[in-house]
């Protein structure tokens, strides 16, 4: 059985540490994907952790993933908002797909209330700041060994 994890980053994460602090807290893009490659490594996981300012691309790693990955984990920052093309590639990749965001979206401005990826996601996990990758990355862990 694959247990390769997929875990994602959308445009601007890898601003993460200075990019708005209040609102994203400290931690470095880094920090988080060592807590994700620690997370995994406990539960026997493989992961691949990547970060694209490029929609095309990360299109591109979804599709890719299909076959090949046990599931994704997904923060498509502002695209969250935006892009029926991500939404479409995650449902065409028949994995199953969690989102999360640092912050509490529904906290925010009003266009950040509406996601794409929700509802064709397992769960969402929103505002609590990078332990929401560990949940995910946890939760896949349980279901694989279910």
């Not at 609102?23 to 026997?44: F, K, M, P, V, W």
Request: overall charge neutral; glycine content about 8%.
């Amino acid at each position: 059985m694959n247990h390769t994890l997929l875990v994602l980053n959308g445009p601007n994460l890898n601003m993460l540490g200075t990019r708005e602090p209040a609102t994203y807290g400290h931690e470095t893009l880094a920090d988080i994907g060592q807590l994700c490659q620690r997370t995994a490594s406990q539960h026997e996981l493989k992961l691949e952790f990547r970060q694209t300012n490029h929609e095309g691309e990360l299109i591109d790693w979804i599709n890719q993933a299909r076959g090949r990955c046990a599931g994704i984990v997904i923060n498509p920052g502002a695209w969250t908002h935006t892009s029926v093309a991500i939404r479409d590639a995650l449902v065409a990749s028949e994995l199953p797909v969690i989102e999360v965001h640092l912050s509490n979206v529904h906290k925010r401005e009003t266009f950040r209330h509406h996601s794409f990826v929700s509802g064709i996601a397992l769960g969402v996990l929103c505002g609590f700041g990078s332990h929401g990758y560990r949940l995910a990355i946890e939760h896949f862990a349980h279901l694989l060994k279910a």
